[in-house]
């Protein structure tokens, strides 16, 4: 973790910029892009939870399926690949129970871990989506807890992207970094992802997006069993 100062620093001066092509690519354009995203989501993020925190960094891709349309529902084979729109959180933990999360143009969604029961009430919103992979998390014996984040996305919302699966994404990336030492594996948060989206948010979705994004890079996935997709 970096003080949220520092690293805005850091990545105003280009240090951070091998980091930046590697997911962006080399455009200089697009790189200079960047470094004023990330700077200004850590504005935002000192603006919501006050400044001089240590902070981490995440991203979660969208995706672009390449063939396999729905085959993920039918026990069949997809390929899809993640693109170089994503979604990125500026995050905290915190010792506090508590999460609180801010989007980029929403209202701030406080959760707490001491209640992550369905609600049919929220079904449909992002609350649901941040519960339901925490309880996710939580069902596969990874640890959870507290923590702050803010959050920007370039997945744009409705356009096939999977803008949804990306947020799950970060989300449970989120917390296997912080909780879990990074030892929660792409496929599991993928899993977990979609039972949320299942479970919690209501839609019957398939698992291709999550594992799409989840896994990243361009990826060939097999649902012959569909709890253990490979």
């Not at 396999?68 to 994503?86: K, M, P, R």
Request: net charge negative.
């Amino acid at each position: 973790m970096a003080n949220s100062a520092q690293l805005r620093n850091e990545i105003a001066a280009g240090k951070w910029d091998d980091k930046l092509r590697a997911l962006y690519g080399d455009a200089a354009q697009e790189i200079c892009r960047q470094r004023a995203r990330y700077c200004a989501a850590l504005e935002q993020f000192e603006l919501y939870f006050g400044p001089g925190r240590q902070v981490q960094v995440y991203s979660a891709p969208g995706r672009a399926e390449l063939g396999g349309n729905h085959t993920d529902h039918q026990h069949g084979e997809v390929l899809a690949a993640s693109i170089n729109l994503d979604a990125i959180a500026i995050t905290a933990p915190v010792d506090e129970p508590v999460v609180r999360v801010v989007s980029d143009g929403y209202d701030m969604i406080t959760v707490s871990l001491d209640d992550l029961a369905v609600k049919d009430e929220l079904k449909g919103t992002t609350d649901s989506l941040i519960r339901g992979v925490l309880e996710g998390i939580q069902k596969h014996g990874g640890k959870i807890g507290g923590f702050r984040a803010y959050i920007t996305s370039d997945v744009l919302i409705g356009a096939g992207l999977s803008s949804s699966a990306a947020f799950e994404t970060i989300i449970g990336t989120i917390i296997s970094g912080i909780y879990n030492d990074m030892k929660l594996s792409p496929v599991d948060i993928a899993i977990i992802g979609q039972y949320a989206e299942n479970v919690h948010f209501g839609k019957p979705s398939g698992l291709m997006d999550q594992m799409a994004s989840s896994v990243g890079s361009l990826v060939h996935i097999d649902f012959a069993d569909v709890a253990h997709p490979v």
